[in-house]
Protein backbone atom coordinates (compact mmCIF):
# COMPACT_ATOMS: atom_id res chain seq x y z
CA UNK A 1 0.00 0.00 0.00
CA UNK A 2 1.02 3.76 -0.05
CA UNK A 3 2.60 5.06 2.13
CA UNK A 4 2.45 8.67 1.41
CA UNK A 5 -0.39 10.21 -0.27
CA UNK A 6 -0.09 13.83 -1.02
CA UNK A 7 -3.57 15.95 -1.45
CA UNK A 8 -3.95 17.88 -3.42
CA UNK A 9 -2.87 16.21 -6.53
CA UNK A 10 -2.71 19.62 -8.38
CA UNK A 11 -2.55 23.07 -7.07
CA UNK A 12 -2.76 26.28 -9.49
CA UNK A 13 -1.95 30.02 -8.13
CA UNK A 14 -0.72 33.37 -8.95
CA UNK A 15 2.58 34.31 -7.91
CA UNK A 16 2.57 36.02 -4.24
CA UNK A 17 0.23 33.44 -2.81
CA UNK A 18 0.90 31.07 -0.84
CA UNK A 19 0.54 27.10 -1.45
CA UNK A 20 -0.39 24.39 0.79
CA UNK A 21 0.20 20.94 0.10
CA UNK A 22 -0.75 18.11 2.23
CA UNK A 23 0.68 14.74 3.19
CA UNK A 24 -0.73 11.17 5.16
CA UNK A 25 0.68 8.35 5.95
CA UNK A 26 -0.16 4.88 7.32
CA UNK A 27 3.12 3.43 9.50
CA UNK A 28 4.96 5.18 12.21
CA UNK A 29 7.75 6.90 11.13
CA UNK A 30 11.39 7.99 11.90
CA UNK A 31 11.51 11.58 10.18
CA UNK A 32 9.35 12.88 7.00
CA UNK A 33 11.30 14.77 3.97
CA UNK A 34 9.71 16.64 1.07
CA UNK A 35 11.01 16.88 -2.24
CA UNK A 36 10.71 19.14 -4.93
CA UNK A 37 11.17 17.84 -8.35
CA UNK A 38 11.63 20.71 -11.28
CA UNK A 39 10.46 19.10 -14.79
CA UNK A 40 12.78 16.62 -16.51
CA UNK A 41 15.19 17.43 -13.42
CA UNK A 42 15.86 14.96 -9.98
CA UNK A 43 14.54 15.42 -7.00
CA UNK A 44 15.63 17.64 -4.87
CA UNK A 45 16.11 17.54 -1.00
CA UNK A 46 13.74 20.98 0.70
CA UNK A 47 13.38 19.91 4.18
CA UNK A 48 13.64 17.42 6.92
CA UNK A 49 11.17 17.07 9.91
CA UNK A 50 11.50 14.39 12.69
CA UNK A 51 9.09 12.94 14.32
CA UNK A 52 9.46 14.64 17.64
CA UNK A 53 9.59 17.72 15.97
CA UNK A 54 6.01 19.55 15.12
CA UNK A 55 7.29 22.42 12.67
CA UNK A 56 9.95 23.71 11.23
CA UNK A 57 11.34 26.56 8.53
CA UNK A 58 13.42 27.27 6.14
CA UNK A 59 12.85 30.59 3.69
CA UNK A 60 9.28 31.00 2.53
CA UNK A 61 8.60 26.80 3.60
CA UNK A 62 7.49 25.94 6.58
CA UNK A 63 6.35 22.26 7.64
CA UNK A 64 4.33 20.63 10.20
CA UNK A 65 4.01 17.40 11.46
CA UNK A 66 1.23 16.06 13.19
CA UNK A 67 2.22 12.14 14.26
CA UNK A 68 -1.09 11.51 16.31
CA UNK A 69 -2.92 11.90 12.27
CA UNK A 70 -0.03 11.09 10.21
CA UNK A 71 0.05 14.13 8.26
CA UNK A 72 2.02 16.65 7.51
CA UNK A 73 1.88 19.97 5.68
CA UNK A 74 4.18 21.90 3.27
CA UNK A 75 3.60 25.49 3.19
CA UNK A 76 5.31 27.77 0.69
CA UNK A 77 4.77 31.37 1.27
CA UNK A 78 5.00 34.29 -1.51
CA UNK A 79 5.20 31.87 -4.21
CA UNK A 80 7.38 32.87 -7.18
CA UNK A 81 6.43 31.34 -10.71
CA UNK A 82 10.23 29.64 -10.31
CA UNK A 83 8.39 26.87 -7.72
CA UNK A 84 6.46 25.90 -10.38
CA UNK A 85 7.10 21.75 -9.71
CA UNK A 86 6.04 18.53 -8.56
CA UNK A 87 6.09 18.20 -4.71
CA UNK A 88 6.93 14.82 -3.16
CA UNK A 89 6.79 13.59 0.61
CA UNK A 90 8.69 10.98 2.08
CA UNK A 91 8.53 9.05 5.06
CA UNK A 92 11.50 6.86 6.75
CA UNK A 93 10.19 3.86 7.71
CA UNK A 94 10.82 3.36 11.18
CA UNK A 95 10.81 -0.79 11.87
CA UNK A 96 13.71 -1.65 9.42
CA UNK A 97 17.01 -1.37 10.72
CA UNK A 98 17.99 0.99 7.18
CA UNK A 99 15.93 3.63 6.72
CA UNK A 100 13.80 3.17 3.62
CA UNK A 101 12.92 6.66 2.04
CA UNK A 102 8.68 5.75 0.30
CA UNK A 103 7.50 8.49 -1.43
CA UNK A 104 3.96 9.59 -2.85
CA UNK A 105 2.39 10.03 -6.08
CA UNK A 106 2.72 14.03 -5.38
CA UNK A 107 1.52 17.63 -6.03
CA UNK A 108 1.99 19.49 -8.75
CA UNK A 109 2.24 23.45 -8.30
CA UNK A 110 2.01 25.48 -11.03
CA UNK A 111 2.64 29.13 -10.55
CA UNK A 112 0.86 31.52 -12.75
CA UNK A 113 2.99 35.03 -12.89
CA UNK B 1 30.98 18.07 -6.84
CA UNK B 2 29.89 16.12 -9.18
CA UNK B 3 26.33 15.03 -8.65
CA UNK B 4 24.48 11.63 -9.03
CA UNK B 5 24.51 11.08 -13.03
CA UNK B 6 22.47 8.59 -14.81
CA UNK B 7 22.54 7.26 -18.37
CA UNK B 8 20.72 7.36 -20.76
CA UNK B 9 18.41 9.93 -20.56
CA UNK B 10 15.89 8.69 -21.93
CA UNK B 11 16.21 4.98 -23.58
CA UNK B 12 13.17 3.39 -26.04
CA UNK B 13 13.33 0.31 -26.76
CA UNK B 14 10.75 -2.51 -28.12
CA UNK B 15 8.92 -5.07 -25.93
CA UNK B 16 11.15 -7.89 -25.67
CA UNK B 17 14.46 -6.06 -25.76
CA UNK B 18 17.36 -5.29 -23.52
CA UNK B 19 17.91 -2.01 -21.49
CA UNK B 20 20.62 -1.56 -19.34
CA UNK B 21 20.59 1.81 -16.79
CA UNK B 22 23.38 2.98 -15.12
CA UNK B 23 24.17 5.24 -12.41
CA UNK B 24 27.16 7.16 -10.61
CA UNK B 25 26.77 7.97 -7.53
CA UNK B 26 28.59 10.67 -5.50
CA UNK B 27 31.59 9.76 -4.59
CA UNK B 28 31.68 8.11 -1.35
CA UNK B 29 28.28 7.83 -0.96
CA UNK B 30 28.07 4.07 -0.04
CA UNK B 31 23.95 3.97 -0.28
CA UNK B 32 22.92 3.54 -3.64
CA UNK B 33 18.99 3.55 -3.99
CA UNK B 34 17.16 2.94 -6.93
CA UNK B 35 13.23 4.19 -7.64
CA UNK B 36 10.58 4.12 -10.25
CA UNK B 37 7.95 6.10 -11.08
CA UNK B 38 5.14 5.18 -13.58
CA UNK B 39 3.06 7.72 -15.29
CA UNK B 40 1.32 9.71 -12.36
CA UNK B 41 2.02 7.38 -9.96
CA UNK B 42 4.15 7.50 -6.76
CA UNK B 43 7.75 6.81 -6.48
CA UNK B 44 7.90 3.59 -5.85
CA UNK B 45 11.16 1.76 -4.22
CA UNK B 46 13.04 -0.67 -6.23
CA UNK B 47 16.54 -1.45 -4.04
CA UNK B 48 19.06 -0.32 -1.81
CA UNK B 49 22.62 -0.77 -2.11
CA UNK B 50 25.10 -0.59 0.96
CA UNK B 51 28.23 -0.65 -1.05
CA UNK B 52 28.35 -3.37 -3.32
CA UNK B 53 26.10 -5.04 -1.08
CA UNK B 54 22.21 -5.67 -1.60
CA UNK B 55 20.42 -4.42 1.54
CA UNK B 56 17.00 -4.36 0.74
CA UNK B 57 16.05 -5.37 -2.65
CA UNK B 58 12.10 -5.92 -1.79
CA UNK B 59 10.91 -3.85 -4.47
CA UNK B 60 12.11 -5.30 -7.71
CA UNK B 61 9.26 -6.03 -9.70
CA UNK B 62 10.05 -9.46 -10.79
CA UNK B 63 13.25 -11.21 -12.18
CA UNK B 64 13.38 -9.42 -14.93
CA UNK B 65 15.30 -6.58 -13.36
CA UNK B 66 18.71 -7.07 -12.22
CA UNK B 67 20.84 -4.83 -10.56
CA UNK B 68 23.97 -4.92 -9.54
CA UNK B 69 26.96 -2.32 -8.17
CA UNK B 70 30.36 -4.31 -8.76
CA UNK B 71 33.11 -2.62 -6.47
CA UNK B 72 30.59 -0.55 -4.92
CA UNK B 73 31.06 2.21 -7.31
CA UNK B 74 28.70 2.95 -9.93
CA UNK B 75 25.79 0.87 -10.34
CA UNK B 76 23.51 -0.66 -13.25
CA UNK B 77 20.06 -1.74 -13.96
CA UNK B 78 18.87 -4.20 -16.52
CA UNK B 79 15.80 -5.09 -17.71
CA UNK B 80 15.69 -8.25 -19.30
CA UNK B 81 12.98 -8.56 -21.24
CA UNK B 82 11.11 -5.56 -20.95
CA UNK B 83 7.56 -5.29 -21.21
CA UNK B 84 5.11 -2.28 -21.61
CA UNK B 85 4.58 -1.83 -17.66
CA UNK B 86 8.01 -1.08 -17.16
CA UNK B 87 8.20 2.43 -19.01
CA UNK B 88 8.59 4.98 -16.75
CA UNK B 89 11.15 7.06 -15.26
CA UNK B 90 14.11 5.22 -13.68
CA UNK B 91 15.65 7.28 -10.81
CA UNK B 92 18.96 6.45 -8.81
CA UNK B 93 19.84 8.43 -5.22
CA UNK B 94 22.77 8.10 -3.08
CA UNK B 95 23.84 9.04 0.66
CA UNK B 96 26.39 9.96 2.40
CA UNK B 97 28.24 6.18 4.50
CA UNK B 98 26.98 6.07 8.08
CA UNK B 99 23.14 7.66 7.24
CA UNK B 100 20.36 5.64 6.70
CA UNK B 101 20.42 4.03 10.22
CA UNK B 102 17.89 4.21 12.45
CA UNK B 103 19.77 5.19 15.02
CA UNK B 104 22.21 7.66 12.87
CA UNK B 105 19.52 10.17 12.11
CA UNK B 106 18.33 11.14 8.85
CA UNK B 107 19.24 9.90 5.59
CA UNK B 108 19.00 12.29 3.13
CA UNK B 109 18.76 11.30 -0.64
CA UNK B 110 20.72 13.11 -3.21
CA UNK B 111 19.36 11.89 -6.82
CA UNK B 112 19.61 11.51 -10.42
CA UNK B 113 17.65 13.40 -13.54
CA UNK B 114 16.21 10.09 -14.21
CA UNK B 115 16.46 7.96 -17.01
CA UNK B 116 12.96 7.26 -19.23
CA UNK B 117 12.35 4.10 -20.35
CA UNK B 118 9.97 3.81 -23.24
CA UNK B 119 8.59 0.16 -24.00
CA UNK B 120 6.93 0.03 -27.33
Known amino acids: SQQGEEDPQALSIQEGENATMNCSYK?????LQWYRQNSGRGLVHLIL?????REKHSGRLRVTLDTSKKSSSLLITASRAADTASYFC?????????????FGTGTRLLVSP | EAGVTQFPSHSVIEKGQTVTLRCDPI?????LYWYRRVMGKEIKFLLH????????ESGMPNNRFLAERTGGTYSTLKVQPAELEDSGVYFC??????????????????FGAGSRLTVL
Open chain 2, 93 to 110: ASSAPGTGFLSSGANVLT
Open chain 1, 27 to 31: TSINN
Open chain 1, 49 to 53: IRSNE
Open chain 1, 90 to 102: ATAKVNTGFQKLV
Open chain 2, 27 to 31: SGHDN
Open chain 2, 49 to 56: FVKESKQD
